[in-house]
């Protein structure tokens, strides 16, 4: 039997996360470092977020890497903010270039299904690194607001109606 303990950020799959589960409290920045092992595959399926298919997929390995290493070059001040309200909510704020590779920096962050005690959540990269070794030890750490669970918004878009600049 095969366990799913991979993790899909914005529909990325990532094969492993280093460490222990963090607690996932709204409003908070924790650290997430993910393992990419072999070169991976490109998936491609349509955008049915609620069926569980978010545009295309980065499956494992250095393609995944590669594509979740580009959410780095845009992650920090100048081009995402983030708090709480007095009411202790949390806000965003998001600039990304016009010619960016992504398409934004708060994205969904799914555990696999034999990943305990932890649920998914929507969360905004603020920041990261990239502690590879070569050769090909391939790892990700990434800085990530935690802005709500993940069955509370049914898409970025109505997380961004609801806790975007107008929140503030």
Do not use: H, K
């Amino acid at each position: 039997m095969t366990r799913d303990v991979t993790w899909a950020i914005d529909g990325i799959v990532v094969d492993g996360y280093v460490g222990s589960t963090p607690t996932m409290s709204r409003g908070e920045t924790i650290t997430l470092e993910f393992q990419f092992i072999g070169e991976g595959t490109y998936l491609s399926y349509g955008d049915d977020y609620a069926a569980g298919t978010y545009g295309g997929s980065y499956y494992g390995g250095r393609a995944a890497y590669d594509q979740l290493r580009q959410y780095l070059d845009y992650a920090g001040n100048q081009t995402v903010q983030t708090g709480l309200t007095d009411r202790g909510v949390p806000w965003v704020r998001e600039r990304l270039p016009d010619r960016a590779t992504v398409d934004s920096l708060i994205v969904p962050i799914e555990p696999g299904q034999d990943v305990l005690d932890t649920d998914g959540i929507w969360g905004v990269i603020v920041g990261g690194d990239d502690p590879t070794e070569p050769p090909g030890n391939r790892r990700l750490t990434l800085e990530v607001v935690v802005l709500a669970e993940l069955p509370e918004y049914e898409s970025r878009q109505a997380l961004l109606d609801d806790l975007g600049p107008a929140v503030i």
